[in-house]
């Protein structure tokens, strides 16, 4: 046999019994998992200090199309995210795991966050707007329109300590009926920042599909999520990062880590938060067993860990009581782990 057929033979048996342990595998906690926890993975020693090896992984809730923009909500103590092709917004209470529809119709939303007041604030795809929900119930519209033009589908977004929003524009809900309304994009594809004026302008648009993105702990960097090769063959499948110029405007724009995983192939990142330490935690996806999750990389760009997931992973944020759990909305299904980190921003 060549050494080329018992390689794939071999690498073929290693997929078959990953796939074979995740679907033995029960999420829900009652047949607990032997400990450590086998799929949070350390890939350098800077990781060792940030898994808990008594913390499994568990799926809080399944049953969803395609789940994002999971957000936290600190004082009502629960986990707020979408169901984009159902056109809801679901909420997980911490006290008891129950989990119900928040909003329905919910703009075919995506992501999620709330700024620095409590206020939600939702990217619709279906109308192509940002949100804000006020406390008596009505909505304002913070942006649906730039220089005269249509949004294309607002996708991920961020509040920075001036109340600025920062959010991502790659247009997929107008790419199709699935995720939104079918219709032209209008606009390039890019990054704004709504200041607290009001006044829209673009930040970046040096980039294929802006998608996730955040901000490290200090303001002082931007980092977005590219999966701009799901439509453009020659974009790259990585993370990018700017530097933040007072608070307003970004330069230097270069690439911070690649998706490519020795081994494995390249996947996309989706999105992405920072811890208090400046490590980026990236949903990825689009490979396989293995591959699928979260990725985790250092602030130099390299990835140090791993949070293996039996489905794509599209967002994550930082939760609970000490935002110390991630929550990871993944394809049909809601899963959190606890982990010796602690979300780098409240919102």
């Known amino acids: 046999m060549s050494t080329t057929r018992r390689s794939f033979l071999t690498a073929a048996a ?8 995740f679907a033995q595998r029960d999420y829900s906690g ?69 989990v119900s529809v928040m909003r329905r119709p919910a703009g075919n ?3 999620n966050t709330f700024d620095y007041e409590g206020r939600q604030i939702s990217f619709e795809h279906g109308n192509r707007r940002v949100v804000r929900y006020e406390y008596n119930g009505s909505i304002t519209v913070l942006a649906d329109k730039f220089q005269g033009k249509r949004l294309n589908a607002p996708n991920d977004g961020v509040v920075a300590p001036d109340g600025a929003i920062w959010f991502t524009d790659p247009g997929y809900g107008a790419l199709m009926d699935y995720e939104g ?124 860990g791993q949070i293996k997931l039996p489905e794509i992973c599209s967002n994550v944020c930082f939760g609970g009581p000490k935002r110390n759990r991630l929550f990871m909305t993944a394809s049909q299904s809601i899963y959190a782990v606890y982990v010796e980190a602690i979300g780098a921003h409240i919102c």
Request: glycine content about 12%; aromatic content about 10%.
């Open 30 to 98: 009652k047949n607990p998992v032997r400990y450590p926890e086998p799929d949070v993975v350390s890939l350098d020693k800077r990781f060792d200090k940030i898994k808990i090896g008594n913390s499994p992984i568990l799926r809080l809730h399944t049953g969803c199309l395609w789940a994002e923009g999971p957000a936290w909500n600190g004082v009502g103590r629960y986990l707020v995210w979408s169901d984009i092709p159902n056109d809801v917004q679901l909420r997980w209470l911490q006290d008891d795991g129950h």
């Open 109 to 111: 939303s995506n992501g």
């Open 181 to 304: 309304n079918k219709g032209p994009l209008e606009l390039k594809e890019a990054v704004y920042r709504i200041d607290k004026t009001g006044s829209i302008t673009l930040v970046t648009d040096e980039i294929y599909k802006p998608n996730g993105l955040c901000f490290s702990p200090d303001y002082k960097k931007l980092y977005v999520a590219d999966t701009g090769s799901s439509h453009y063959p020659n974009a790259p499948k990585n993370i990018k990062v700017w530097d933040v110029v007072d608070g307003k405007t970004l330069r230097n724009g270069r690439e911070f880590c690649s998706m490519e995983l020795p081994g494995r192939g390249a996947g996309l990142a989706d999105g992405i938060r920072a811890d208090k330490e400046g490590n980026i935690w990236a949903s990825a996806g689009w490979v396989g067993d293995g591959y699928d999750g979260v990725h985790i990389f250092a602030p130099d760009g390299q990835r140090i």
């Open 14 to 21: 290693g997929s078959v019994a990953a796939a074979s342990a």
